[in-house]
């Protein structure tokens, strides 16, 4: 039927988007994101949960999406758009469909504390 969901509807687009051979596919493929994980890890001590507050993001997705945000020049609020509305910018990012989009607010303060470590700058320039 016209307008109706299939079951398999959402994992035909995302096959399609990996055959297609996009710009971002094609990044994602030759650079390994998760080289840069100790340096992140460092660069963003995690928090006392013991106040609460939402966990962090995992570091390898946040510096996709900060990749993705200097890439396109991209404000915070529109990376946080673009990541909900495109299926090629989720993916870059490595976020499954069921799974949170890191808001406007998680991105200024991860690249704010990046910056302020120097790790911003050593990451682009290994990038």
Known sequence: MAGQARLFDAEERLRWLSASGGPLERLRAV????????????????????????????????????????LGTLSDEQTEYQLRDRLSFM????????EAVP?????????????????????FARF
Request: charged share 30%; net charge positive; aromatic share 8%.
């Open 31 to 70: 650079v390994d994101f998760e080289a840069f994980r100790a340096e992140l890890e460092a660069a963003l001590p995690r928090a006392d949960r013991s106040r609460g507050g939402r966990p962090p993001y995992d570091a390898a997705p946040m510096v996709r999406v900060l990749v993705l945000q200097a």
């Open 91 to 98: 993916r870059f990012a490595g976020l499954a469909l069921h």
């Open 103 to 123: 808001d406007a607010k998680a991105v200024w303060p991860c690249r704010g504390r990046l910056t302020r470590a120097g790790a911003l700058a050593r990451l």
